[in-house]
């Protein structure tokens, strides 16, 4: 079975501070993909990134940074100096399987308040 | 582009009451998606349409019904409403299996939501 865990139900941050949110996974799957939403106080939902199961090359979008570790089933999700608009909730997200019909399974979301 | 359109954007139901959720979308993607998003609880797949006239249930399907009668269109319906299904749904669509070795692999672009309480 697959699963999405947001240990972290909600994070409070000031102004300029860096923070992480975290994303442990399982799956039985060795082609699997991974994905951030963003979903502001406006209530869409926001793509961030998808990363390949096969490339666990970290990225870095502007302030945003993705680690993604297979040995630990992870994909944290890092803003530097974070700013008031960050604050939404973010779900972590996986889709897999051999039959690819992008199903997702989300995690139970992390909100994220920042603070001026 | 309008992306991903769901109709109505809010709804108030009587327990009981039925109803049909409209998602269109215009990037003429294979697979369509609904899920509804309670708190705590992240979001969750209803069901879901890898191509036109084909349906699938996901992991919360009873009370739902859906179809998939063109490329571009994918219904909720809710024959007898219930409190239990006051959620906000969203809708989302992706490439299919042969662009996932493409950029836009599985990213789903989702709708704006639909929030529905039943009273």
């Known amino acids: 079975a697959q699963k999405v865990t947001q240990a972290q139900t909600e994070i409070s941050v000031v102004e300029k501070e860096d923070v992480t949110l975290d994303c442990v996974y399982e799956?039985?799957?060795?082609?699997?993909?991974l994905f951030w939403y963003k979903q502001p106080p406006s209530g869409e939902l926001v793509f961030l990134i998808r990363?390949?199961?096969?490339?666990?090359q970290n990225e870095i979008s502007g302030r945003y940074s993705w680690n993604f570790q297979k040995s630990t089933s992870s994909f944290n999700f890092t803003i530097t100096a974070s700013q008031v608009v960050d604050s939404a909730v973010y779900f972590c997200?996986?889709?897999?399987?051999?039959?690819?019909?992008?199903?997702?399974?989300f995690g139970q979301g992390t909100t994220l308040q920042v603070k001026p | 582009n309008a992306g991903v359109t769901q109709t109505p954007k809010f709804r108030v139901l009587k327990t009981g009451q039925s109803m049909t959720l409209l998602c269109a979308q215009d990037?003429?993607?294979?697979?369509m998606y609904w899920y509804r998003q309670d708190p705590g609880m992240g979001l969750r797949l209803i069901h879901y349409?890898?191509?036109?006239?084909?349906?699938a249930k996901g992991e919360v399907p009873d009370g739902y019904n859906v179809s998939r009668l063109k490329k571009q269109n994918f219904l909720l319906g809710l024959e007898s409403a219930a409190p239990s299904q006051t959620s906000v749904y969203f809708c989302?669509?992706?490439?299919?299996?042969?662009?996932?070795?493409?950029?836009?692999?599985?990213?789903?672009?989702f709708g704006q939501g639909t929030r529905l309480t039943v009273v």
């Open positions: 349409s890898v191509g036109e006239g084909t349906t």
């Open positions: 990363r390949n199961s096969f490339d666990e």
């Open positions: 990037m003429n993607h294979e697979y």
């Open positions: 997200a996986l889709s897999g399987g051999s039959s690819n019909t992008g199903k997702l399974i």
């Open positions: 989302a669509s992706s490439y299919g299996f042969r662009a996932f070795l493409g950029k836009g692999a599985h990213e789903a672009f």
């Open positions: 799956t039985r799957d060795t082609t699997y993909y």
